[in-house]
């Protein structure tokens, strides 16, 4: 866990914004969330898509100049029966979250999608991701039946269905409550704030690279230079005006 919290302070940086209630989350932070969840809930079987990976496949293009990564990317995920890509649109700003399930030799997808009016222009990115991947089939309607009641908490509603769809995919009991977004925004941001100020200089300095360091799939996550110096590490809050959209 303090190896993986290594490697995401040096893609990173410690200039993130911790989840915070009426605020909009951007990518870095959520990205940050499914790095805790990956150490906390390890599964061999799980490999999730970060919304910076899901855009750079999106932008690949038909001209076979990228169809070296794009058999490298088909190659890692064949190695996970599930593959969770979790969706960073635009037009309007919004998450969402795509699951491909492979198993005796067949495929099957689920969709989520925390607006009861499902976006256009997400689902039209979720879309691009599996043509994209050449999976051959179609994104089918959102299968969740619980909702955002706001403009602003889709990227916790997404890392909840996230958290929730793991824990499946590692056999726990299917009778367990749903994760609450407020234990998702406390956990998460006693990882940030560890991660961005607890975490010891010298762990940095030597730890080993980490495996995705020395990954074949070269759209892995690319670094954020922090926006303060190394030795005054602070983390900031955001908040989202009340007219941004989900």
Known sequence: RQA???DLYKKCGGDVALFQDASLLDAQTVQYAIRELM????????????PHE???VCLFTDD?????????????????????????SENPMHYTLLERKVSGGSSQLRYWDSLRDPSASAMEMAQCLVDKMQWGVQVPNPCNNRFQSD????GLWCVQFLE?????????????APVSL????GRVNRWITAVTEILPASAMEASAP???????IPIEDGPVPPTKNASSSTTKVVRATPSEPS
Do not use: Y
């Open 4 to 6: 993986m919290a290594v």
């Open 39 to 50: 150490s906390r809930l390890p599964c061999p079987a799980v490999r999730i898509l970060t």
């Open 54 to 56: 899901c855009s750079a």
């Open 64 to 88: 076979g100049s990228d169809a070296e990564q794009l058999a490298l990317l088909q190659s890692s995920l064949d190695q996970h029966s599930h593959t969770f890509a979790v969706l960073h």
């Open 151 to 154: 403009g602003w908490s889709c």
């Open 164 to 176: 929730e769809a793991v824990r499946k995919a590692r056999n726990e009991p299917l009778h367990l």
């Open 182 to 185: 407020a234990n998702i925004i």
């Open 210 to 216: 980490s495996a995705s360091d020395s990954a074949p």
